[in-house]
């Protein structure tokens, strides 16, 4: 069974810049999820998806971060405009039953 | 504002001895807790989970919970070298949205 996949693995971008990471959760997994993982901490949570439709974005700085999961499969969370404290890995996880998320190799942003 | 607290460590333990690793909650509806293991630019994989009151034991894993004293535990017997990680401690407060809560984790230390 092929994994949790993310794209890209790195970005480097500067400050007030666009951005955009990619997920494609495993197949058949109806719930995704977005975090956001400082250096130092643990993985926050930013959204959770059921299917194409949102369950919690409370955690989600609405101003700067969207997201989206167009056809119930694939997502794409984007930042307009980015700000150094956006420095983080970016980990989706995708999941049929809350105790067995299953996270993707994540997506290291850093904004100069 | 649900928390989840760990002592960041580092934790060191001497090989072939027991690591215990610690974690207490703030909200007291928490249904189900999880341990997840995260190697140094790796995603978090999730170790064993844990939602009764006492003991669970997989392998040479142990996670104990206790409900009352909102704490949550895992052991680690004769640990190995491999076993150095970074330990992150989840909740889950039930309900639709099942998005984990994390805390910052407890960097564990195996001296060979």
Known sequence: EAGVAQSPRYKIIEKRQSVAFWCNPISGHATLYWYQQILGQGPKLLIQFQNNGVVDDSQLPKDRFSAERLKGVDSTLKIQPAKLEDSAVYLCASTTKVYEQYFGPGTRLTVT | ?112
Request: net charge negative.
């Open chain 2, 1 to 112: 504002q649900k928390e989840v607290e760990q002592n960041s460590g580092p934790l060191s333990v001497p090989e072939g001895a027991i690591a215990s690793l610690n974690c207490t909650y703030s909200d007291r509806g928490s249904q189900s807790f999880f341990w997840y293991r995260q190697y140094s630019g790796k995603s978090p994989e999730l170790i064993m989970f844990i939602y009764s009151n006492g003991d669970k034991e997989d392998g040479r894993f142990t996670a104990q919970l206790n409900k009352a004293s909102q704490y949550v535990s895992l052991l680690i017997r004769d640990s190995q070298p491999s076993d150095s990680a970074t330990y992150l401690c989840a909740v889950h407060s039930g309900g639709g949205a099942d998005g984990l809560t994390f805390g910052k984790g407890t960097h564990l230390i195996i001296q060979p």
